[in-house]
């Protein structure tokens, strides 16, 4: 068996964590570039057809995959890193609080645009690539698509924000204490 020392730089997450984490992050910052375009478009943009199928189905798939880490997170919970002991309070609880909001907002986004998508009265459903339709199981109601549709967009831009936060902060400590304690980026890479 392998002694862990959680906490101590050298001990790294999971590979399959490591994995998925980088997969999550291009799928997502993609999801939120493709939303932003596509709804800056005319409605009758030829790239209609193609950006807003798409970006429902891979949404899905971002939701799934936010169960998978999550499901990972459960079963390797005793050998993932601690926070380093040389980090301040302050940066302790604003990374565990990055975390834990990172985690809600990849479950909760999805689910909002899956509502928005599943309200309106003529839509054109949801696909998720071998399945034409994701069955729709919300009741049809324009003023639920209206009230889902702002969420989601609230949603979205506000996991944005907590990704900057979450970037600049890795690169904060990867630029102040390269190699050191605090310099969290090889336990992801
Ligand atoms: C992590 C997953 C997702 C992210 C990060 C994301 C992000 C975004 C963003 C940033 C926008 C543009 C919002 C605006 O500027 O008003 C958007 C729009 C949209 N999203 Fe998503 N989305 C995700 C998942 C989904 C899913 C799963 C669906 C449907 C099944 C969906 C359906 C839509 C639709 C239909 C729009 C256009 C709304 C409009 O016309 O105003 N999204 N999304
Ligand atoms: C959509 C984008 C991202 C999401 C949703 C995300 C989410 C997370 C989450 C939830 C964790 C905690 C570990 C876990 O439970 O999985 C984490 C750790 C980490 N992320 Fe991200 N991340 C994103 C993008 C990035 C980017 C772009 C970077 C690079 C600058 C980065 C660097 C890291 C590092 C270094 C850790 C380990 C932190 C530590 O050990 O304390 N992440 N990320």
Redo the contacts with the bound molecule.
């Keep these: 068996m392998t002694a862990t020392f959680p906490g101590r730089p050298g001990v790294k997450y999971p590979v399959s964590m490591r994995i998925l984490h980088w997969l999550r992050a291009v ?3 993609g ?6 375009y ?3 478009r005319a409605e009758d943009d030829p790239t209609a057809g193609i950006l ?1 199928p798409n ?6 798939l ?2 799934l995959l ?1 169960l998978v880490q999550l499901t990972l997170r459960w079963r390797y919970s005793a050998r993932l890193p601690h926070a380093p002991e040389a980090l301040k309070r302050w940066e302790k609880w604003l990374s565990h609080g990055c975390h834990r909001l990172l985690i809600a ?2 479950l909760i ?6 509502a ?3 309200s ?1 009265t003529d ?1 054109d459903g ?1 696909p998720f690539f071998f399945l034409s339709h ?1 069955p729709e199981i919300l009741p049809k109601s324009d003023d639920a698509f209206a009230v889902f ?2 969420l ?2 609230y ?3 506000l ?2 924000a907590v990704i900057a936060l979450h970037m600049a902060g890795t690169l904060k400590h990867r630029l102040q204490d390269k190699g050191g304690e605090t310099d969290v980026l090889p336990r992801m890479l």
């Design positions: 799928l997502i910052l999801l939120i570039a493709c939303g932003w596509m709804t800056g807003y970006h429902k189905q891979f949404g899905v971002a939701w936010a907002l990849t986004t999805p689910m909002l645009g899956y928005m998508s599943s309106i839509g949801v994701v549709q702002a989601h967009g949603s979205a831009y996991l944005l």
